[in-house]
Antibody, heavy 118, light 112 residues
């Protein structure tokens, strides 16, 4: 069974960089598929942040592209998110997920809440 | 403003049938990209309900069904149950500058 687990600081100061890691178990990232990050601000809907292919090719939401970097570490079976210059508007629950065939998110992590505040 | 448009809320009594619409455009649903549906129960992560327009993952009851036509898609829930109350999101792929993976704004289902 594929499982994903997000980890990282729950509190980030404004203007700093939000860094999260997604650890995958039950499947080797290097075997294939895209892997993605999605966020959900409090009381709002889902927003796709970006996706990375197992080979390292990246795809970002145009609205966040200038501030986002997603990377993959196949040796650790992890992929990571960095979001620079954060503001309160970046406070959200951040989910990592696997992108199955047909481009849908078939396995999700439980999500990790991140608050941007001084 | 989401790329895919859903009604903010729908409601129905137990046992009834409700539908949730998802309207896109020629760069996503209308371009032939599949539509997928997720259920998010309170305090939990989203879970895929329908993939590839009309396919149910194992374990999803056949009370849930999906369809797609033109630039729109629909999720139908029959035999409404109290445990169906939550938020529902459609998702597709977009070939324009709006981004690659796109979600609808979500629909809150209330079981009366």
């Amino acid at each position: 069974q594929v499982q994903l687990q997000e980890s990282g600081p729950g509190l980030v100061k404004p203007s700093e960089t939000l860094s999260l890691t997604c650890t995958v178990s039950g499947y080797s990232i290097s075997s294939g598929y895209y892997w993605g990050w999605i966020r959900q601000p409090p009381g709002e809907g889902l927003e796709w942040i970006g996706s990375i292919y197992h080979s390292g090719s990246t795809y970002y939401n145009p609205s966040l592209k200038s501030r986002v970097t997603i990377s993959v570490d196949t040796s650790m079976n992890q992929f990571s998110l960095k979001l620079r210059s954060v503001t309160a508007a970046d406070s959200a629950v951040y989910y990592c997920a696997r992108v199955g065939t047909n481009y849908y998110f078939d396995y999700w992590g439980l999500g990790t809440p991140v608050t941007v505040s001084s | 403003q989401s790329v895919l448009t859903q009604p903010p809320s729908v409601s129905g009594a137990p046992g009834q049938r409700v539908t949730i619409s998802c309207t896109g455009s020629s760069s996503n649903i209308g371009a032939g990209y599949d539509v997928h549906w997720y259920q998010q129960l309170p305090g939990t992560a989203p879970k895929v309900l329908i993939y590839g327009n009309s396919n149910r993952p194992s374990g999803v009851p056949d009370r849930f069904s999906g369809s797609k036509s033109g630039t729109s898609a629909s999720l139908a829930i029959t035999g409404l149950q109290a445990e169906d109350e939550g938020d529902y999101y459609c998702q597709s792929y977009d070939s324009s500058l709006s981004g690659d993976w796109v979600f609808g704004g979500g629909t809150k289902l209330t079981v009366l």
